[in-house]
């Protein structure tokens, strides 16, 4: 019997990475190892140390450009995608995705801030958040950035904001659309039980109460059904509902231009995944939304869609060198590696599943071992994966996890005091700093002892 191919063997799709479990420029060195964006992964750990992100460029622009090319080939319609920033929000990743022709989608100050920083036309900036702080709000108006509505306490806010300018402000609206989806139940949003946006039974009292204020426009609706979504169903319902929302905002006297579909698409984290291509996601709600609109006569909105995920996953990767082991006779191998739940809580939080190799012999060529790998952290629960197949693995040996380019980074936290890791980008041969490395000393930054403890000791 032919023995099942590593899926580092696989074939790699160019077009869609959401589909691939490895960024599309690994390759196996002369020497067996592994390299990413024509860079050994061992060179840069001896240079830059682990734990260590690492982002491919390519993979990164292949994804933006084909939700590009899809909706410039399925939407006949205006269209723009957005980044959803949540997935990895950095400065880098900002400019990146605006170099790319994508607005951002943003939810705290923090995030808008980076998105500026990193030069996303404001214009092209979306503030969401189901509860904005007084400050955001201001924040995104006076800097031009479109809100999207979330509850009445926006809307009360910013009629009073653009009444106190006295200039009329461009709105969204959020609301559940009432689709269901297979997916963890905290990554849901779209049924109608969920803290996000309006309840679909209450927005005619909504447009009522929009055209009684003074100065605001409503021109856009969202929706998102929820993430890491592998069905094509819920987007293919989603056209007739939003374009509903849209004919009943019509009645009210609100001409709406813009429809935004949310993000969701799922990636492939482990062979058992099989997500949809970005075409086929993108063909999906296109065709959705053109034919409710033929139907219901109505001139095509620009369409919007916020992909994080299928955006940056698939292109990060975290390198960990393992530590310590410890064999449990007859039950399981751990090895720890030195990060963990602090640089990826996915594991701990949904159990996520992810694919790994080990550095220096990434088809576990002559050995096959069952490990446990667990994380540095004092948490019985810190375990990244809970049987792999790796070769004879060693203290000191590399271990690479794919699919962390999203809410890895930026879902990360510093529990145990235990520093952020570098993040680096890598294209052809060459490697570049996106975010270094945090020491414990940083983390004292923001530690104060009161005087009297002071004088006390
Ligand atoms: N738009 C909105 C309004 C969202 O809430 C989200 C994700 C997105 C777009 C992007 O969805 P994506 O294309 O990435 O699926 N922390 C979870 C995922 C939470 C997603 C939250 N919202 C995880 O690690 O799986």
Redesign the pocket.
Same mark, same amino acid.
């Given at each position: 019997m032919e023995a099942k191919k590593s899926f580092l063997e696989q074939k790699i799709d160019l077009e869609s990475p959401n589909k691939n479990i490895v960024p599309i420029t690994t390759s196996i060195g002369t020497d067996g190892k592994l390299t990413i964006g024509g860079c050994s992964i061992e060179e840069l750990v001896e240079k830059y140390d682990s734990p260590l992100y690492i982002l491919d460029e390519l993979t990164l622009r292949n994804s933006c450009r084909a939700y590009k090319k899809a909706l410039e080939k399925y939407y006949p319609g205006e269209s723009l995608p957005i980044y @959803?920033s949540? @997935?990895n929000s950095s400065i880098f990743m900002s400019n990146l995705v605006s170099s790319e022709g994508f607005g951002l989608?943003a939810v705290s100050e923090g995030e808008l801030l980076t998105a500026l920083k990193g030069g996303v036309p404001n214009e092209k900036i979306v503030f &969401?958040g189901n509860n904005k702080s007084d400050k955001e709000l201001d924040f995104a108006v006076k800097n031009n950035i479109k809100v999207i509505v979330d509850n009445d306490y926006d809307l009360e806010r910013l009629d009073k904001i653009s009444n106190s300018f006295n200039r009329e402000l461009e709105i969204m609206i959020r609301f559940t659309p009432g689709i269901e989806c297979h997916t &963890?139940k905290?990554?849901k !949003?779209g049924s109608f039980d969920s803290k996000?946006g309006f309840g679909i039974e209450y927005l005619n009292t909504l447009f009522e109460r929009i055209s009684n204020t003074k100065h605001l426009k409503l021109k856009g609706i &969202?929706a &998102?059904i929820g #993430?890491?979504i592998f069905e094509l169903e819920p987007h293919n319902d989603l056209g007739e509902i939003m374009v509903n929302v849209i004919l009943d905002a019509k009645k009210f006297g609100h001409d709406i231009k813009k429809l935004n579909v $949310? $993000? $969701?698409?799922g990636i492939k984290y482990t062979e058992d995944d099989d997500p949809p291509s970005i075409y086929d996601w993108v063909k999906t709600i296109s065709n959705s939304v053109v034919r409710a609109c033929k139907k219901y006569n109505l001139d095509l909105p620009t369409l919007m869609c916020?992909? $994080?995920? #299928?955006i940056v996953s698939t292109a990060g990767i975290t390198i960990y060198k393992i530590g310590a082991f410890k064999e449990i006779p007859g039950i399981r191998t751990y090895l720890a590696v030195d990060g963990g739940m602090s640089d990826n809580p996915?594991p701990i !939080? /949904?159990q #996520?599943n992810y694919s790994a190799c080990l550095v220096r012999n990434p088809l576990n060529i002559n050995s096959k071992n069952k490990y446990t790998i667990a994380g540095k952290h004092c948490e019985s629960g810190d375990v990244l994966f809970k049987e792999i197949e790796l070769a004879d693995c060693k203290t000191g040996d590399l271990i690479c996890v794919f699919g962390t380019g @999203? /809410?890895n980074n930026s879902?990360s936290s510093n529990y145990n005091r235990i520093p952020r890791p570098a993040a680096l980008l890598v294209c052809d041969g060459e490697a570049e700093i996106i975010q270094k490395r945090e020491s414990p000393f940083d983390l004292l930054k923001y530690d104060v002892l009161p005087d009297r403890f002071i004088k006390q000791n």
């Open positions: @959803a949540k @997935a989608d &969401h &963890h905290y990554i !949003t996000f &969202h &998102h #993430s890491q $949310g $993000g $969701g698409l916020e992909p $994080g995920r #299928s996915r !939080t /949904y #996520s @999203a /809410y879902m």
